[in-house]
T-cell receptor, first 115, second 115 residues
Framework: GEDVEQSLFLSVREGDSSVINCTYT??????LYWYKQEPGAGLQLLTY?????DMKQDQRLTVLLNKKDKHLSLRIADTQTGDSAIYFC???????????????FGRGTSLIVHP | DSGVTQTPKHLITATGQRVTLRCSPR?????VYWYQQSLDQGLQFLIH???????AKGNILERFSAQQFPDLHSELNLSSLELGDSALYFC??????????????FGEGSRLTVL
């Protein structure tokens, strides 16, 4: 199966909260990340959480980490139409060839915000 | 603007041809990563270079090769192109901090269409 799994689509109304979920594989991952990809653009780091934390809050964003279940979530409060994008969960895993640890991404969750 | 520059932005070519994609990392970043993004495979890691040396390989086809030059720019060469190689190819760079945290800065991508 996939190393990092996340649902492909989420649709919410403007002003509601959005919760994007992710499961990852490596319990020893030191950092876990959320990246955002807007249409026609590259990925941009949104936030990350260190593995010894349970929660991290940054303005409208809240990241929750459940290490026991290897579950990561991103909550966006008061979701706006400008938040419509693809959100990628990522962890750092050993490369297939060995050597470096490589940021490994899920397939991305397309967040669609309706006015 | 991430500071990572990729050229060309769009490329259309025929099966069997060869193309070169170019990436200039952020100023001072020694690490360059290449990823392939397609609808069916998501974001797949191809290869990682650090200061001119190959550090890790992902699921990169033998028809593909890359290098990082002394000025730290990188090129991804794709040869004997097939229809299935049509995808968005991203370059990302990271600095010393990113080697530990996995924080990447992505370019806007090169969209390759093979007809």
């Amino acid at each position: 199966g996939e190393d990092v799994e996340q649902s492909l689509f989420l649709s919410v109304r403007e002003g509601d909260s959005s919760v994007i979920n992710c499961t990852y594989t490596d319990s020893s991952s030191t950092y876990l990340y959320w990246y955002k990809q807007e249409p026609g653009a590259g990925l941009q780091l949104l936030t990350y959480i260190f593995s010894n934390m349970d929660m991290k809050q940054d303005q409208r964003l809240t990241v929750l980490l459940n290490k026991k279940d290897k579950h990561l979530s991103l909550r966006i409060a008061d979701t706006q139409t400008g938040d419509s994008a693809i959100y990628f969960c990522a962890e750092t895993l050993p490369a297939p060839s060995g050597g470096s640890y490589i940021p490994t991404f899920g397939r991305g969750t397309s967040l669609i915000v309706h006015p | 603007d991430s500071g990572v520059t990729q050229t060309p932005k769009h490329l259309i070519t025929a099966t069997g041809q060869r193309v070169t994609l170019r990436c200039s990392p952020r100023s001072g970043d020694l690490s360059v990563y290449w990823y392939q993004q397609s609808l069916d495979q998501g974001l797949q890691f191809l290869i990682h270079y650090y200061n001119g040396e190959e550090r890790a390989k992902g699921n990169i086809l033998e028809r593909f090769s890359a290098q990082q030059f002394p000025d730290l720019h990188s090129e991804l060469n794709l040869s004997s192109l097939e229809l299935g190689d049509s995808a968005l190819y991203f370059c990302a760079s990271s600095g010393i901090r990113g080697v530990n945290t996995g924080e990447l800065f992505f370019g806007e991508g090169s969209r390759l269409t093979v007809l």
